[in-house]
């Protein structure tokens, strides 16, 4: 049976920087081909992705990862209802959240144990793991909510308004829900498959950490008082990385669901995340220590391509490290390596038919991707792939 799969490959030069640290504070690295890499997780720029969607979709097609849901459901209960108290309120949104998802809304021991020696009021009840829900999910329980507010224990016992809880909670899905799934583990029947899997970015070459050691001098301090106020060290390193992401798009389509507007297209709602993932996975950065260094590149290379069968990842093209040229750099190595390993590896796997090709570049370095696919510049790019995405689903009916 025909896929649509979208595959992202990205070279991207990182200056020094502290992209993703790891429990000492020192950047992440992983052995790869036998050498120390620079290593990006993949969790890491899930988020910069998610981030970046917040300057390219309407919030209401987003959703929010938290424990304190049940606050979030509470406020829009008592937007609908404001004669509905805060208290009363929040006990609506702990009930019906709980309904929905089989978790328990309670609140956590350490902060109820705190508010008791202050004498303070119970803080409010959250859920013992981040919740993923979206605005229309959190609308929706609400309604659900005001709807039994004269008696919710009693309204939820009823098998009907139970059922409909859950199926608020599984339909409807946001954006980034639908690309990047969600788990509960007390509602197994409401997890979300992710449409979106992303690689962990690693270095095209061997990398060592390095160390900076800093002061920080006291504004305030005379000059009978020499020396630094504050010592430290922070650790970094530069890199030419090789990132990739794989997206499902038949999987995103069955968790979206078809466009429900009168003034759109029923495959509006599925081109609006397939271009906002490819942009946003692009262009995103990680922002760890983003103040201390300033890394704010972009790609030097991308290449997108849309295929019928399967996702194939490229990093095999670097698993023999790649060594400076003489004066310097990695990339022009990278992207020879790269382009030449590419047919090989479609004509090798018969996996080069039905490919659609585009290829965003910059430079000199990079000119042996230029026959890689069609060149483009990112807003091309971005919007080439959500044409061609939804070609492929008006032709499937």
Same mark, same amino acid.
């Given at each position: 049976?025909?896929?649509?799969?979208?595959?992202?490959?990205?070279?991207?030069?990182?200056?020094?920087?502290?992209?993703?640290?790891?429990?000492?504070?020192?950047?992440?690295?992983?052995?790869?081909?036998?050498?120390?890499?620079?290593?990006?997780?993949?969790?890491?720029?899930?988020?910069?992705?998610?981030?970046?969607?917040?300057?390219?979709?309407?919030?209401?097609?987003?959703?929010?990862?938290?424990?304190?849901?049940?606050?979030?459901?509470?406020?829009?209960?008592?937007?609908?209802?404001?004669?509905?108290?805060?208290?009363?309120?929040?006990?609506?949104?702990?009930?019906?959240?709980?309904?929905?998802?089989?978790?328990?809304?309670?609140?956590?021991?350490?902060?109820?144990?705190?508010?008791?020696?202050?004498?303070?009021?119970?803080?409010?009840?959250?859920?013992?793991?981040?919740?993923?829900?979206?605005?229309?999910?959190?609308?929706?329980?609400?309604?659900?909510?005001?709807?039994?507010?004269?008696?919710?224990?009693?309204?939820?016992?009823?098998?009907?308004?139970?059922?409909?809880?859950?199926?608020?909670?599984?339909?409807?899905?946001?954006?980034?829900?639908?690309?990047? #799934?969600?788990?509960?583990?007390?509602?197994?029947?409401?997890?979300? =498959?992710?449409?979106? %899997? &992303?690689? /962990? $970015?690693?270095? !095209?070459?061997?990398?060592?950490?390095?160390?900076?050691?800093?002061?920080?001098?006291?504004?305030?301090?005379?000059?009978?008082?020499?020396?630094?106020?504050?010592?430290?060290?922070?650790?970094?390193?530069?890199?030419?990385?090789?990132?990739?992401?794989?997206?499902?798009?038949?999987?995103?389509?069955?968790?979206?669901?078809?466009?429900?507007?009168?003034?759109?297209?029923?495959?509006?709602?599925?081109?609006?995340?397939?271009?906002?993932?490819?942009?946003?996975?692009?262009?995103?950065?990680?922002?760890?220590?983003?103040?201390?260094?300033?890394?704010?590149?972009?790609?030097?290379?991308?290449?997108?391509?849309?295929?019928?069968?399967?996702?194939?990842?490229?990093?095999?093209?670097?698993?023999?490290?790649?060594?400076?040229?003489?004066? #310097?750099?990695?990339?022009?190595?990278?992207?020879?390596?790269?382009? =030449?390993?590419?047919? %090989? &590896?479609? /004509? $090798?796997?018969? !996996?080069?038919?039905?490919?659609?090709?585009?290829?965003?570049?910059?430079?000199?370095?990079?000119?042996?991707?230029?026959?890689?696919?069609?060149?483009?510049?990112?807003?091309?790019?971005?919007?080439?792939?959500?044409?061609?995405?939804?070609?492929?689903?008006?032709?499937?009916?």
């Amino acid at each position: 049976m025909s896929r649509t799969i979208i595959d992202v490959h990205v070279l991207q030069t990182v200056p020094p920087s502290n992209l993703n640290r790891d429990d000492t504070g020192a950047p992440k690295t992983a052995i790869y081909g036998g050498v120390r890499r620079a290593r990006v997780s993949s969790q890491a720029w899930k988020r910069a992705t998610r981030r970046a969607f917040h300057s390219m979709l309407d919030p209401g097609e987003l959703g929010v990862r938290t424990k304190k849901v049940a606050e979030l459901v509470a406020g829009r209960i008592r937007g609908i209802d404001p004669s509905i108290e805060e208290a009363q309120a929040l006990h609506l949104a702990a009930e019906v959240v709980q309904a929905a998802t089989g978790s328990k809304i309670e609140v956590p021991k350490r902060k109820a144990d705190a508010a008791k020696n202050a004498g303070a009021a119970a803080p409010p009840r959250e859920s013992a793991y981040l919740m993923f829900l979206s605005a229309r999910q959190r609308d929706g329980l609400a309604a659900l909510a005001v709807e039994g507010r004269d008696d919710i224990t009693a309204f939820l016992k009823d098998k009907e308004n139970k059922a409909r809880a859950k199926e608020i909670a599984d339909t409807r899905h946001s954006v980034d829900i639908a690309l990047f #799934g969600r788990m509960v583990a007390d509602g197994a029947d409401i997890n979300v =498959d992710a449409a979106a %899997q &992303v690689a /962990h $970015a690693i270095s !095209v070459h061997a990398v060592e950490n390095e160390s900076d050691y800093y002061t920080a001098v006291d504004d305030e301090n005379t000059d009978a008082e020499p020396g630094a106020g504050m010592i430290g060290t922070v650790e970094f390193n530069s890199a030419t990385l090789y990132r990739y992401a794989a997206l499902d798009v038949d999987q995103l389509r069955r968790n979206l669901g078809a466009g429900l507007r009168e003034d759109e297209s029923v495959h509006e709602p599925l081109r609006r995340a397939v271009e906002a993932f490819v942009r946003g996975f692009v262009e995103s950065m990680p922002t760890g220590k983003s103040n201390t260094f300033g890394n704010h590149t972009l790609p030097d290379a991308v290449l997108v391509k849309l295929r019928s069968t399967r996702p194939v990842s490229f990093v095999g093209a670097f698993e023999e490290p790649v060594p400076a040229l003489q004066g #310097g750099g990695h990339l022009r190595e990278a992207v020879e390596r790269l382009a =030449d390993h590419i047919p %090989q &590896v479609e /004509h $090798a796997f018969d !996996v080069e038919d039905g490919v659609e090709s585009w290829v965003v570049r910059v430079g000199a370095s990079t000119e042996k991707l230029a026959g890689a696919g069609t060149e483009v510049s990112i807003g091309e790019l971005v919007s080439a792939v959500g044409t061609a995405v939804v070609r492929r689903q008006d032709a499937s009916e």
